[in-house]
């Protein structure tokens, strides 16, 4: 009884607390200070006036616009990818790109530059039902709809094991043709699908034998396939980095345009609406929308980066007080049984591009698996003006390989030093390996004295972060028994 009547005042303690804190709503007011500053109304807050009218539909606009960035990154991160095959490359729909160096993976959201890559984007209302043609060999990579969701690995952890074989793309809603049964069929929720190979193998002549073979056509040129003909970027200058201000909406108005719309996006859909962004309707912004968008923009962006960089979700630490964090925390269809993941999501498709279960490190000795830091192990930002050095243990647990990769926190893509340096690696010539096996890898504007072979460059004025990546992750992954130490600041004397 006591505990009862206790839990009784302390209910209504809570509720006389909390009603201090409203606004009072109670008599002839005409006036509610607010975060947005004085909203003025009619005789006891009958209705809104018009100068208060008009401040409530900017701050509705501006905070659908703030969210409606973050919402689509995905699409308008690959949009921009696409238009810059299309516009820059000079490529032909669904033709497949050659990323075979650092300077043609400048462009990318935290590429890797280890590995070479074969990719490209297909719209499916132009082409209809699409081949792509898969070597044997030792590949990784992944199919996606334009909302960078998971329609099917490719490569070794794929339908056809690293054997090779052929996948047949079809649009949403299509009717499965007939006489496919030697094809994987896959079937895309949006009308653009992105594809891509990663190749993991080190022998040259299997590699070149992947590149030389690899193709795409549409199905009506089974009979007769096209020569492959795969095209590189060739030193232009090129990214796929989100753009800023107006430009952001204008890509996504663009390619809304082209694409159909699931059920869970049409809310989205309609706070676009009164912001000019419309499916069947061009982008002409009026001066309102268009300042409202361009902040928007901006500090949808700032949000974005927050979620990135100050991760706020569960499990996000690669172990226990560790400045590692786990990369990929969003599933690979972007679903939990209660809601869709739009904050794991983005946090991810904000800093990186593109997902699959082999980049989920979940399948030991597989695939690839990543973990990012940003901070060092006091806690301070990661910066071009100090010294650091990452203290790798003996025996990474990656069959494969590991690489250790700085990106720049403003683009995201790699950093351009004056080396064009970006990543050491157990793939790296010369490395320096001290007695017990480990490896010491130093990040600054200048190599310490003796450690330029395991030396990064860093920008001095820039910020940056690092990803350490292991291919083929081992047990010792998995399990976290093997510890990755935080990365320190160095002083030559030490």
């Known amino acids: 009884m006591r505990n009862s009547l206790q839990q009784t005042v302390t209910a209504a303690s809570l509720f006389i607390a909390g009603m201090a804190m409203m606004p009072n709503y109670a008599g002839a007011q005409e006036a509610v200070e607010t975060r947005l500053g004085e909203l003025e109304f009619t005789q006891n807050y009958g209705y809104p006036t018009e100068e208060t009218a008009e ?43 050659l990323y075979d160096d650092f300077v043609d993976k400048l462009g990318i959201l935290t590429s890797n530059s280890t590995t070479v890559y074969l990719l490209g984007m297909v719209d499916l209302t132009e082409s209809g039902p699409y081949v792509l043609v898969e070597p044997e060999g030792a590949t990784g990579g992944m199919i996606l709809d334009f909302w960078q969701r998971l329609l099917t690995d490719t490569g070794v952890i794929g339908p056809f094991e690293g054997k090779g074989g052929k996948y047949l793309l079809l649009p949403p809603g299509a009717e499965e043709p007939e006489n496919v049964d030697d094809y994987h069929v896959v079937r895309s929720t949006t009308n653009n699908v992105f594809f891509a190979w990663r190749l993991l193998g080190t022998d040259p002549d299997e590699n070149k034998y992947i590149k030389e073979t690899a193709n795409s056509y549409p199905l009506s040129q089974k009979d007769s396939p096209p020569a492959v003909k795969i095209v590189k970027p060739d030193g232009k200058k090129w990214d796929q980095v989100h753009p800023r201000g107006l430009a952001y909406w204008e890509l996504l108005s663009n390619v809304l345009n082209t694409e159909v719309i699931d059920d869970r996006d049409r809310f989205f859909m309609a706070m676009l609406k ?22 928007g923009a901006y500090v949808g962006e700032a949000m974005a ?18 400045k590692w964090h786990f990369i990929l925390l969003a599933e690979l269809d ?161």
Request: hydrophobic share 30%; proline share 6%.
């Open 305 to 322: 980066k927050a979620n990135t960089f100050h991760k706020r979700f569960d499990g996000v630490r690669y172990t226990e007080g560790s």
């Open 55 to 97: 401040k409530l539909f900017d701050e509705m606009d501006f905070q659908r616009a703030s969210q409606s960035y973050i919402w689509a990154l995905p699409i308008v991160q690959l949009a921009k990818w696409q238009d810059a095959h299309e516009q820059v490359f000079g490529v032909d729909n669904g033709q497949i790109v």
């Open 274 to 295: 009164p912001l000019g962004i419309e499916m069947g309707s061009p982008f002409e912004p009026d001066e309102r929308q268009k300042k409202i968008l361009t902040e």
């Open 334 to 494: 972007q679903r939990m049984p209660t809601y869709d993941q739009l904050d794991e999501r983005a946090s991810y498709l904000y800093e990186a591009v593109t997902v699959s279960k082999a980049m989920q490190g979940k399948t030991e000795g597989l695939g690839q698996a990543y973990i990012g830091a940003y901070q060092d192990e006091d806690g301070d930002w990661l910066t071009g003006e100090e010294t650091y050095r990452l203290h790798v243990p003996p025996n990474p647990p990656a069959k494969r390989f590991w690489s250790v990769t700085v990106y720049d926190t403003d683009t995201r893509t790699m950093i351009n030093n004056e080396l064009q340096r970006p990543d050491r690696s157990s793939r790296s010539e010369d490395l320096i390996i001290n007695e017990d096996g480990s490896i010491d890898i130093y990040f600054g504007p200048n190599a310490p004295e003796g450690k330029e072979k395991n030396w990064i460059p860093t920008i001095e004025g820039e910020n940056w972060f690092a990803y350490f990546r292991f291919y083929g992750p081992e047990k010792a992954y998995i399990e976290r028994t093997w510890e990755l130490p935080d990365i320190e600041k160095f002083a030559a004397a030490d």
